[in-house]
Each structure stands twice: as C-alpha cells, then as structure tokens.
Nanobody, 123 residues
C-alpha cells in the first residue's frame, strides 16, 4: 500500500490549500482514510476520516467547519480542503489508511501511512 500526499505548502492565515492523497493500493486496504497531523513537539492529532467510495466522514472539533474531505474515485485520490487556516494549523499532514474504520481519529488505528506534506501558516 502506498499513499502519496501532495499539495501542502506555506500560506498566510485565512488561506485555503487542498492537499491530496493518492492511494496506490487495493480498495480493501484503503477503505478507511484519514488525515492526521503532527506539529513539532506535539502529539499526533487526527483531523478527519472518511470511507472511500462515499459514506460517513468525521472531523475533529479543532477543524470542524473549516476542513472538508472529498474524493475522486476514478483517481483513487482523497482531498482535504482546508479553509480559514490559522497559525496553529501548522503541522505535517499525513494521509493514513486502514481496511477497518475505527471512527476514533487516532493515529494508532491506521496501518498505512504516507510520507506527509507540510502545511505552514503564517500570521
């Protein structure tokens, strides 16, 4: 299973980047895909998780109303639309996947990880 993120970068507060995660894997392994972030010196924090192919999506309170996931099933790609970014959103953002959904937004619940894409928000 290979997950390839792209689309991060440096933005100003209020910016709206849209990182993507291309899944090079069978659909079973990536049935449940999430975005987990980690800022320097902080614990990993689950941001969002969804079922590929459609279905429920959950968001952490810290990003609810600002971040939205979407999918392009033909491209096996999941996107994270990030709106109204704040400096505290600065982190490495990882795409993570697992066959079994946990719906707990914990990093430990994902068996497969991408290399991460850095998002830096300046005030």
């Amino acid at each position: 299973v290979q997950l390839v993120e792209s689309g991060g970068g440096s933005v100003q507060a209020g910016g709206s980047p849209r990182p993507s995660c291309a899944a090079l894997a069978n659909s079973y392994s990536t049935n449940y895909i999430g975005w987990v972030r980690q800022a320097p010196g902080k614990e990993r924090e689950g941001g969002a998780a969804t079922i590929t192919g459609g279905g429920s999506t959950i968001y952490a309170d810290s990003v609810k109303g600002r971040f939205t996931t979407s999918q392009d099933n033909a491209k096996n790609t999941v996107y994270l639309q990030m709106n109204n970014l704040k400096p505290e959103d600065t982190a490495m953002y990882y795409c993570a996947a697992d066959p079994v959904p946990s719906w707990r937004l914990r990093g430990a619940d994902f068996g497969y990880w991408g290399q991460g894409t850095q998002v830096t928000v300046s005030s």
